[in-house]
């Protein structure tokens, strides 16, 4: 793990997301953890603060200034059929260049916990790229692949959690081959950066297991499993006390580590609450009592609490 560097990207709004992961993290970590976090738009005075807050943790924090701008010439070319997805993941296709020494980055969303060492996330480290597949049937994938004039992939993966080698992406050039297919006006990419990803490397992916990946899907096919990584993808918002369709253990650790922030950082906590529309949506599916098949597909299960109660405590008592 010494040659290997987490890496993150934030803006002000998501740095108290980031804050609980790199919690978790130092929670479960069994040595030093080098990570990166590249900053977008963040003031300095709530960069110190992040500083002196992690001081003395396991966690060996780089925090990174980016400017988005510098990479792309219009950030308005940058584009993506879904409007929770903000302009700030773009990053991930540009930060591998600023990290030297490392011979593997690790990227992580904000919105991920981790439950289990970082370090034993591919040890080893991958020669190209490595990912958990996303679950979904490759044949609503047919239109990324065809509309954009390549094969079909065997997989596709969330961009949430991922291991790339620097050595490769350097080598190859990928910050330029992704930065020109983002910007691409003829591309077809409904996922965004997340289509960039798996058009250049799904067919060079090693596959982790689903576990690595824990989104609200598993909880109810693994109902009894302690996940490695949580990834709260999606519509549920864990970190808003009122989403009921997410594990109460969970909302309960989100809102324990608000409290512990600097006062600079819990300013941008109100912006991460549910909007009304989704507040509704919340409370419909608790209406449902969680049994139907289509509060499945909203909430995460109920039962899977029990597994993560006693992870969400340790990393409170942590914290």
Known sequence: MNSTCVTYVSDARYLPLVAASLLSMNTFATARVNVAVFLIDVPENVQADMRAFFAGSKLEIAWINLDLESHFSSLGSLRSSIDRIPLSTFGRLVINDQLNGFDNHIYLDGDTLLCTDIHAFAPNGVEVFGAIDAGWDMETKKDLFEKN???????????????????????????????????????????????????????????????????????????????????????????????????????????????????????????????????????????????????????????????????????????
């Not at 999606?234 to 809102?255: E, F, H, I, Q, T």
């Open 149 to 319: 004039h390549l094969p079909l992939n065997k997989g596709y993966f969330n961009a949430g959690v991922y291991i790339l080698n620097s050595g490769y992406w350097r080598e190859n050039d990928m910050t330029t081959q992704c930065i020109a297919l983002a910007t691409d006006t003829n591309a077809y990419l409904p996922l965004a950066d997340q289509d960039v990803l798996n058009l250049k490397f799904g067919d060079k992916c090693d596959w982790f297991g689903d576990n690595w990946n824990f989104k609200k899907e598993r909880s109810w096919t693994h109902k009894d499993e302690a996940p490695n990584i949580l990834h709260f993808a999606g519509r549920l918002r864990p970190w808003d006390k009122r989403d009921a369709r997410a594990p109460a253990s969970v909302r309960s650790l989100y809102a324990g580590v608000f409290e512990t922030l600097p006062a600079s950082v819990k300013t941008q906590i109100t912006t991460l609450e549910l909007p009304e529309r989704e507040l509704k949506r919340s409370r419909k599916a608790n209406v449902r009592k969680w049994i139907s098949r289509e509060a499945r597909k909203e909430c995460w299960n109920p039962k899977h609490d029990k597994v993560l109660m006693p992870l969400m405590n340790k990393i409170l008592l942590d914290s």
